[in-house]
């Protein structure tokens, strides 16, 4: 496997992380102020659903499986990425910061995801995963032994 495919994955794996301390930090206060957990399980189970489906992906891109690079860009850099920069937009425009911590995990969140995805799209990443620069298939019986001496031209 490609040092830029291991980037992603790391990168990946990063992003994941960030998106359930975003999820933490999102319904730390409404915990604290005593609202009920059930009106926090709908929210809970969607984030759930989705980190869990990322780090599938992640997993399946891994083991070599091109669709998983298919996925993780539509459904993590374009839309995910979307979801998660148009929101903070808006509510920045209106007025509405959030706290400098959410800050800090969404900007990591969000520079994981940029990384992840130009990192498996480089052309030695493209190239593991259409099959190429992988060990050669096992011959059947034993190896052959070599003698260890150099034959001379």
């Not at 930090?25 to 989705?50: H, M, T």
């Not at 091109?66 to 374009?78: E, F, G, K």
Request: aromatic share 4%.
């Amino acid at each position: 496997m490609p040092s830029s495919l291991r980037l992603s994955l790391v990168a990946w794996t990063l992003a994941v992380i960030a998106g359930v301390a975003e999820t933490v930090l999102a319904v730390s206060p409404e915990i604290a102020s005593g609202e009920p957990a059930l009106d926090l399980l709908p929210v809970l189970a969607l984030r759930g659903l989705v980190y869990g489906a990322a780090a599938a992906l992640v997993i399946a891109l891994a083991r070599r499986r091109r669709w998983a690079r298919t996925a993780l860009t539509i459904c993590l850099s374009m839309i995910g990425l979307a979801s998660m920069l148009l929101p903070l937009l808006a509510d920045v425009a209106a007025g509405d910061v959030p706290s400098p911590a959410f800050l800090t995990v969404r900007g990591a969140h969000i520079a994981a995801v940029v990384i992840a995805t130009a990192a498996m799209f480089t052309r030695s990443s493209s190239v593991w995963l259409a099959g190429g620069d992988s060990p050669p298939p096992r011959a059947e019986g034993p190896a052959p032994r070599h003698s260890g001496t150099r034959a001379h031209p």
